[in-house]
């Protein structure tokens, strides 16, 4: 449902607040690009966009979840992204006028912001700092993609659990006395669709971490990590 009721310099501006790619911007400049700004609200289970279609804006999310996923040939779910707060996709079409390679659907009641593809192009003339961001950006996205896909086949399975607890941690914990307490994003299906392994695989191993004293599953949505540097030695992290 279309925000039309909505602030043009109170939701926008907050909304631009949380993305990176615009940080280098005055608040003059915030309030110039808000005026282009537009609104969606998505309901858990709603899809943005599908596999194929070919989205004609940059999409931010203001507040809620989306995970960006494909089915396998066999049917399996294959997550490739979970994006949060202040992240932005949809940039196949306006940059190479390429179909969406994967199927966004919203986690959580979510809210975005987008920018049409001409309006868009407007601000990266204008603002060129801003393509820039959004290079390096998506660069790091696809270094994060490729250590993916490159885990599956060369790290075992307790090296890549750990692996996304960690970066579930970095993104979604909070530190409390006991350690960071993760918010998952997803639920335990969905850390194994992200791994591509089996629902009842992710249940086996996150129960042995939580014997080892490494973690403790506080509920279905949150869990409990309790000892990161052991958990970095197991991921193969550096520190």
Do not use: W
């Not at 449902?1 to 501006?13: K, P, T």
């Not at 609104?39 to 709603?46: A, L, T, V």
């Not at 129960?207 to 052991?230: D, T, Y």
Request: proline share 4%; net charge negative.
């Amino acid at each position: 449902m279309n925000c039309n009721c909505c602030s043009v310099h109170s939701s926008d501006q907050i909304c631009m607040h949380k993305v990176p790619i615009f940080s280098s911007l005055s608040p003059e400049e915030m309030s110039h690009i808000s005026s282009i700004i537009k609104h969606k609200n998505y309901q858990k289970g709603e899809l943005l966009f599908s596999e194929g279609d070919s989205p004609r804006s940059l999409i931010i999310i203001n507040e809620g979840s989306v995970k960006a996923f494909k089915v396998t040939p066999e049917g399996r779910e294959q997550i490739l992204h979970i994006f949060s707060e202040g992240d932005f996709f949809g940039e196949q079409n306006l940059f190479g006028s390429q179909k969406s390679p994967y199927t966004a659907e919203a986690l959580a009641p979510t809210g975005i912001c987008s920018f049409a593809k001409e309006d868009f192009y407007q601000i990266l003339h204008a603002h060129p700092g801003i393509a820039i961001k959004i290079i390096e950006t998506l660069g790091e996205r696809i270094a994060r993609m490729e250590d993916t896909m490159q885990s599956i086949g060369v790290r075992n399975l307790d090296s890549r659990i750990s692996g996304l607890l960690l970066d579930f941690a970095d993104k979604y914990g909070k530190v409390v006395p006991e350690g960071i307490l993760i918010q998952l994003p997803v639920s335990r299906e969905g850390m194994a669709n992200y791994l591509g392994i089996a629902r009842e695989t992710i249940s086996r191993k996150l129960g042995q971490l939580e014997a080892e004293g490494l973690i403790h599953s506080v509920n279905n949505k949150n869990i409990l990590l309790k000892n990161r540097e052991a958990m970095n030695t197991l991921a193969g992290k550096d520190c």
